[in-house]
C-alpha cells in the first residue's frame, strides 16, 4: 500500500512523496512549471537538455557518467511536458532504492544532491552556458523537431492542434518552433534559465520506500541556496466549451495513405470538473479502447480507416479522433466518426459495449500504480494544476459513474476543427 503526502518545501517549492515499498527502485523528479509561450517555448525546451550536460563539479558527461555509475548506475534524464497551457521542464531520476542498497548507504540523499547540483549550479564558461555544450543541444533540438513529421499519425494530431488552438497558448508545442532555436545563445539561454529559477513553480515527486520527513529533509538540503524572487503561480488552461464553426484544414505531404484528425471541445468538461468521470466513461466508449464504437464500426466493421480512436487532454478540455485512411474514403470516413458520436448520443450500447469501457478503463488506470514512471506522470501532471485526485479514486468514480451521464458527456461534444493529411496527387 502506498501513501501520498505533499508538503511545500520552501517559497515556490512543493514535493508530492509517494510512500511505498513496492519497487527495487525510487524515483525523483524535478520540474519546473512556465506559462506555455510561443516566444520562449524552445529556449525553455533546451533547458533542461543543457543543464544535463554537466555541472560545476561534474562538467561533462563523462564525469556526470561515473558519478551514476557510483549510484548503482542510476539515470537522470531531461523531460519537457505540456499540461494544459503550462511548460514543464526539469528532470526526472531513477535510482536503487536505499532499501536494497548493498551496504545500507543512502543513494536517495546522494542522488538528489547530483540532481539539485544540475539544477542549481551547472557547468558554465564566462558566466553562462558552455557555447560548445549550446551549440550541440540546439542542434539536437532541431533534430527531435524535425522528427516529429517522420511520425505521419503523430505529426496530423499535432498540426490538428495548432490549427485548433492557433489562438490559444495550446497551440504551440512542447518543444517550441524550430524557427525560434537558432536565434538562441549561450547568453540568452542563461537569461531564461535565471528567470525560470527565480520567478517558476519548482514540482518535486518522489516514489520509493524512505520516509516522507526524510525525503522533505534531503531535498531541502539539495536545493539549498535556490534562487526565489516570487511569481510562482501557475496560469490557468483557457477552456472554450464549444466550438463556433467547423474548420476544415487539408495538407499535402509525401504520404502513402490519409491521415484524418478531428478535433472536438468538449462543453467545458476538464479534468476537476464534476463530469469528468462521464467524459472519460463516454471517450472509451466512442473511441477509446478495442471494445469502442470507432474500432469496431469504422475500422473492421465498415473497413473505411487503417486505425481510428480518440483520446482526451483532460487538461484542455478537447478530444481528439486519429485515423489513418484512404485518400478517397476522407468524406465517408468523417461522416461515419460523426455517425458513431450520434450513436453515443443516443445512448445505442450494448451491454457488453458498455462493461468493456468500464473494465478496461478501470484497469489502465489501476495499472499506473504498477510502473513507476506512470505514476511519476500522474502525480506531475495532478500538481500542475493542482488536483489530488489519484488514479484509484477516479476510477472507482468511473465504475459508478451512470451510463446517462457519459451519454450527456457525448451531447456537450461539439466540432471544431478537420484536418486531413494527404499525398501530393491527391
Known amino acids: 500500500m502506498s501513501v501520498v503526502t505533499r508538503n511545500q518545501l520552501l517559497p515556490g517549492v512543493f514535493l508530492t512523496s509517494v510512500h511505498t515499498k513496492k519497487f527495487k527502485s525510487s524515483m525523483l523528479s524535478m520540474t519546473l512549471l512556465t506559462p506555455l509561450k510561443k516566444e520562449t517555448a524552445a529556449v525553455?525546451?533546451?533547458?533542461?537538455?543543457?543543464?544535463?550536460?554537466?555541472?560545476?563539479?561534474?562538467?561533462?558527461?563523462?564525469?556526470?557518467?561515473?558519478?551514476?555509475?557510483?549510484?548503482?548506475?542510476?539515470?537522470?534524464?531531461?523531460?519537457?511536458?505540456?499540461?494544459?497551457?503550462?511548460?514543464?521542464?526539469?528532470?526526472?531520476?531513477?535510482?536503487?532504492?536505499?532499501?536494497?542498497?548493498?551496504?545500507?548507504?543512502?543513494?536517495?540523499?546522494h542522488a538528489a544532491a547530483l540532481m539539485g547540483e544540475l539544477l542549481l549550479r551547472p557547468y558554465t564558461q564566462n558566466g553562462v552556458f558552455c557555447p560548445e555544450y549550446t551549440s550541440q543541444e540546439k542542434a539536437n533540438l532541431t533534430d527531435r523537431i524535425r522528427a516529429e513529421i517522420n511520425d505521419k499519425r503523430q505529426y496530423a494530431v499535432s498540426r490538428l492542434v495548432e490549427e485548433m488552438c492557433g489562438q490559444e497558448a495550446y497551440g504551440v508545442s512542447r518543444m517550441g518552433r524550430e524557427a525560434d532555436v537558432e536565434p538562441i545563445t549561450p547568453?540568452?539561454?542563461?537569461?531564461q534559465y535565471q528567470t525560470l529559477l527565480a520567478h517558476s513553480r519548482l514540482e518535486l515527486y518522489y516514489c520509493g520506500s524512505a520516509e516522507p520527513d526524510q525525503v522533505c529533509f534531503i531535498l531541502q538540503k539539495a536545493l539549498d541556496g535556490i534562487p526565489r524572487e516570487g511569481g510562482y503561480t501557475v496560469s490557468e488552461t483557457v477552456i472554450i466549451p464549444q466550438a463556433e464553426t467547423v474548420r476544415q484544414v487539408a495538407e499535402s505531404l509525401d504520404v502513402a495513405q490519409g491521415k484524418l484528425s478531428m478535433g472536438f471541445r468538449t462543453g467545458g468538461i476538464a479534468v476537476g470538473s464534476p463530469q469528468y468521470p462521464a467524459l472519460v466513461l463516454c471517450n472509451a466508449l466512442f473511441g477509446g479502447t478495442t471494445t469502442a464504437k470507432l474500432f469496431l464500426n469504422v475500422r473492421e466493421k465498415l473497413s473505411l480507416c487503417y486505425y481510428a480512436s480518440s483520446s482526451i487532454d483532460r487538461y484542455k478540455g478537447v478530444m481528439l479522433v486519429s485515423s489513418g485512411v484512404e485518400f478517397g474514403n476522407k468524406q465517408r470516413a468523417e461522416d461515419e466518426i460523426m455517425a458513431q458520436l450520434e450513436a453515443c448520443r443516443r445512448g445505442e450500447f450494448e451491454p457488453w459495449e458498455l462493461d468493456g469501457a468500464r473494465r478496461y478503463t478501470v484497469s489502465s488506470l489501476l495499472t499506473t500504480l504498477d510502473s513507476q514512471g506512470r505514476q511519476e506522470d500522474w502525480w506531475q501532471a495532478q500538481a500542475a494544476v493542482g488536483l489530488t485526485q489519484s488514479p484509484q479514486e477516479l476510477a472507482q468514480a468511473v465504475e459508478t459513474v451512470p451510463v446517462e451521464a457519459a451519454i450527456e458527456a457525448a451531447k456537450a461534444l461539439s466540432l471544431d476543427t478537420v484536418y486531413f493529411l494527404k499525398g501530393m496527387e491527391a
Open 44 to 109: 525553455n525546451a533546451l533547458i533542461p537538455y543543457l543543464l544535463r550536460r554537466g555541472s560545476e563539479a561534474h562538467p561533462d558527461m563523462q564525469s556526470l557518467a561515473a558519478a551514476l555509475d557510483q549510484l548503482y548506475g542510476g539515470s537522470i534524464e531531461p523531460a519537457v511536458r505540456k499540461r494544459g497551457e503550462t511548460q514543464c521542464v526539469g528532470f526526472v531520476g531513477s535510482f536503487l532504492d536505499d532499501a536494497y542498497t548493498l551496504d545500507n548507504s543512502g543513494v536517495l540523499d
Open 187 to 191: 547568453q540568452s539561454a542563461w537569461a
